[in-house]
C-alpha cells in the first residue's frame, strides 16, 4: 500500500492566498500558480507536475467560474469533486489549494468585465460568446490575487491558451504564461472533465474526433489539399464516428489563429463537437510541408 | 531667483520603468503613482506632492489615452507641453516621469479593453461612452506596469475616482486607491488641463459652475429641497452665467453614485457644463443635514 502524501493546505480568501504566498516568497521561493475548474484529470496534474519543475511551489486553483458559462451551459451541472481533488494535488507535489467560494470572487457589487477581441472571435468564440469573457475576467483576478512567477495553462484548450496570452501582454501583467501539451488517454482522447459526460459507448466513440484531426493534420503535413476538401473529410469522419454535431474544423495560424488556405508557417487544426451531452474540443499542430 | 531643481529622469519604455522602479524597490523604498495626461497645474502638483508625502519615491506619468476619447472628440488638440511638465514635476519633488509612446502602450494587435458598470453608468458615462472603458484599460495597464503601492487621483473627476476603486477592487489589483482634495483657483474655478480652452470673459463666467453647485449643496444640507427644484436652480444659475449648456447637475450618493432624492448619508453633487469650447465638469460635497 502506498503512502498517503500529506494533503495540500486550502485557503479560501484571498487574505488567506495572499499570507501564503507571501511567506513562500519571503523565503526566496517562486511560484506557479495553475487555475482549474476542479474535476482534476491526468491533464490537469500535468499542469502541477509541470509548475513544480518550473517553481520552488505551485498553487492551484478550483473555481467553478459562472462568468464563463451562458445560462444555457452546464454551470450548475459541471462536475465537482473537491475532496478527491485534494488528494490527487497532493500526489502531484502541489503546495496549496486556492478554493474560493463564489462570493469571494464576485462580491456583491462586482461590475468589471474584460473582453478581448481578435484571437477570442471566431472558434469556441463564436458558439461560446460568453466564454473568453468570463475566462479573461477570472484569470486576471487570479493573477492579481497570486501574483505568481509562472501560470501554467493546457495546450487542449489551445484558443484560451492564446487569449490568456494576449489579455496578459495587453495588460501588462507581470507574470510568465506557459502552456503544456495535452495529455491523452490511450485511445487518443484528450483528457477533459467534460468525459465524464460521456456513456461507455460514446466514450468509444469520442477517441474520432483526435483521429480526424491527426489524419488532416498528416494530410496538410504532406502536402495534401486543398484545405478545405482535408477539413471536410475531417468533419465527415466526425459525424460518422457517432457524432451529434460538428461545431468547426478550423485551420489556423498557429500564433495569431488567423484563418488561412495554405500551411507556410505552424498552424493548428482546432475542432469542437458535439456527443451525447458532451461538447469536446480538440486540436494538433500542423507543421509547414518542408521545403523542396 | 530661485535655483532649478533637477528635472526628474524620463523613461518611455515599460522595461526602463520597471528597472528604475525595481532599483527603488531593493532599496526599500515605496512608491506612488501619479497618472496624468500631462498639461499639468496646481492640481496635479498636489497630486504629485500628496503622493510623496505618502512614499518615499514618485512616479508621474503622461499619456494622453487615445482610448478614452470618441472620435469627435479633443484627442488632437488635448494640450501638450512636455518640458513644461517635466520642470514643473521637479518643483513638485517627482522622482520619475514615465512617457510612454502611443506605440508603447497600444502596439500592433492590442486587443483587450475593461469595461465598468454600475458607477460608470449615467453621469459623464452617459454623455462620453467611451471614456471610462478607456480609463479603466489605461489605468490598469499603468498599474500592472508599475505595480506601485499607492496610485494618487483627483477628486475633480469624482466618478472617474469611484470608477478606478471598483475595478481595482473587482480585479484585485493590489495597490491602494487614494483621491486627493480638488484644487481651485481663488475664483473656485476647479482646476483642469481643458481651462486652457477658455477666453477670458469664459474663464470670468466658468467659476459660476463651482458656485451653482456650493450653493446647492449647502441649501441640501440645511434641509433645504425639494431636491429637484435645487438642483434645477442649480442649472439655470450656470445657464445665466453664461454656459451653453447644461450636460448634467446630478445628486448622488457619494459611494456608490446611486440616485437619491434626499440626503441621509454622505452624497455629492456632480455637474458637467459647456462653455466655449470647453466642457467642464465639477464636484462637491453634500453632508447630510444633522438630525434633529
Redesign the interface.
Known amino acids: 500500500m502506498s503512502q498517503a502524501l500529506p494533503l495540500p493546505p486550502v485557503v479560501r480568501s484571498?487574505a488567506a492566498l495572499?499570507a501564503q504566498l507571501a511567506e513562500w516568497r519571503r523565503a526566496g521561493d517562486d511560484i506557479a500558480l495553475v487555475p482549474t475548474m476542479g474535476y482534476l484529470h491526468q491533464g490537469h496534474m500535468a499542469l502541477v507536475r509541470y509548475g513544480k519543475a518550473t517553481c520552488r511551489r505551485v498553487c492551484a486553483t478550483l473555481f467553478v467560474n459562472p462568468a464563463q458559462f451562458a445560462p444555457t451551459e452546464d454551470f450548475q451541472t459541471y462536475p465537482r469533486d473537491e475532496a478527491g481533488d485534494r488528494a490527487k494535488l497532493a500526489q502531484a507535489g502541489c503546495d496549496l489549494l486556492y478554493a474560493p467560494t463564489t462570493e469571494e470572487m464576485y462580491p456583491e457589487?462586482?461590475?468589471?468585465?474584460?473582453?478581448?477581441?481578435?484571437?477570442?472571435e471566431g472558434l469556441c468564440g463564436a458558439f461560446r460568446p460568453q466564454m473568453f469573457g468570463g475566462v479573461?475576467?477570472v484569470v486576471?483576478?487570479l493573477l492579481?490575487?497570486a501574483?505568481p512567477d509562472v501560470a501554467v495553462f493546457g495546450e487542449k484548450d489551445y484558443q484560451q491558451l492564446l487569449v490568456i496570452r494576449?489579455?496578459v501582454r495587453?495588460?501588462?501583467?507581470?507574470v510568465r504564461i506557459d502552456g503544456a501539451p495535452t495529455v491523452r488517454e490511450p485511445s487518443g482522447l484528450a483528457m477533459s472533465s467534460r468525459n465524464a459526460y460521456l456513456s461507455a459507448e460514446q466514450r468509444a466513440q469520442a477517441p474520432e474526433l483526435f483521429a480526424a484531426l491527426t489524419a488532416a493534420a498528416e494530410s496538410l503535413a504532406r502536402g495534401g489539399g486543398p484545405v478545405e476538401a482535408v477539413l471536410g473529410a475531417a468533419r465527415q469522419r466526425i459525424v460518422a464516428a457517432g457524432f451529434a454535431s460538428v461545431d468547426y474544423v478550423e485551420l489556423r495560424d498557429a500564433e495569431?489563429l488567423a484563418t488561412i488556405d495554405r500551411v507556410v508557417r505552424p498552424a493548428r487544426l482546432l475542432a469542437a463537437a458535439r456527443i451525447g451531452p458532451a461538447r469536446l474540443i480538440d486540436n494538433v499542430a500542423v507543421v509547414p510541408p518542408a521545403a523542396v
Open positions: 484571498v495572499r457589487g462586482f461590475a468589471t468585465r474584460i473582453t478581448v477581441t481578435g484571437v477570442a479573461a475576467t486576471t483576478k492579481n490575487q501574483s494576449r489579455f495587453d495588460l501588462d501583467l507581470p495569431t
